[in-house]
């Protein structure tokens, strides 16, 4: 099995598929013709999706969609990196020039040196108090929930780590607060609205004092 799986358009895929690759992502094994495999580690998913698009598609329910630790908007890329794509030939070109930059076991200990990154009691209460107003705010028909507050825990760990850091300030819970929580939460209006999802996360850092 990969390390690394890549699920392209994965609203395309069936719903019977898509539980498949829940089973994947929450249990870390599969099963086939009734046998279960435990995968290897690191084991890591990244899905895309065109959210214009909606004939033939299979939208991922909230269960399948609080297993994905950030969602990211890719957009357009900037003039100069499309200008170089245009005229170094291609994705191909590209791709033939690409070198690896971490090996499986050197991306598994930096794994396990994330949760050894220091949160400060008071950066974890915000982070609680910022899941909280998702919970009891009338925008909202579906907060934040626990697995996306120990997400967001982690993530901000990660941050940290990659900063040169042993320990998590309030910046780097405002840099992953939208990226690890939006698409976890329903709204009232304008519910699988990225824009909105976005939007009302924003609202809810406003809201929330940052501790001092």
């Known amino acids: 099995f990969a390390n690394v799986l890549l699920a392209d358009e994965i609203n395309r895929a069936t719903p019977k598929t898509q539980s498949a690759l829940l089973e994947a992502m929450s249990e870390r094994r599969v099963s086939v013709d009734r046998k ?18 909606y004939h033939g598609t299979f939208p991922l329910p909230e269960s399948q969609l609080d297993r994905f630790l950030m969602s990211l908007e890719v957009g357009y890329p900037p003039r100069l990196e499309e200008r170089e794509l245009l005229l170094s030939g291609g994705v191909e070109s590209i791709l033939e020039t ?17 949760p050894r990154v220091r949160v400060a009691e008071k950066l974890a209460e915000y982070i609680l108090d910022l899941a909280a107003e998702t919970r009891g705010n009338g925008n909202f028909l579906l907060g934040v929930s626990t697995r996306g507050v120990q997400g967001l825990y982690r993530a901000v760990q990660a941050q940290a780590l990659c900063e040169g850091r042993d320990f998590a300030i309030p910046e780097d819970v405002h840099a992953l607060a939208v990226p690890v929580l939006a698409h976890r939460v329903l709204l009232r209006r304008g519910s699988g609205d990225r824009d909105a999802q976005r939007q009302a996360i924003e609202g809810v850092l406003r809201s929330v004092p940052i501790p001092l």
């Not at 580690?41 to 895309?48: D, E, K, R, S, Y």
């Not at 690409?98 to 994330?114: A, F, K, N, S, Y």
């Open 36 to 53: 279960r495999y435990t995968l290897s580690q690191p084991f890591l998913v990244l899905a895309t999706q065109n959210p214009l698009e």
């Open 98 to 114: 690409l070198q690896p930059v971490v090996g499986r076991d050197e991306l598994v200990e930096i794994q396990e040196m994330v």
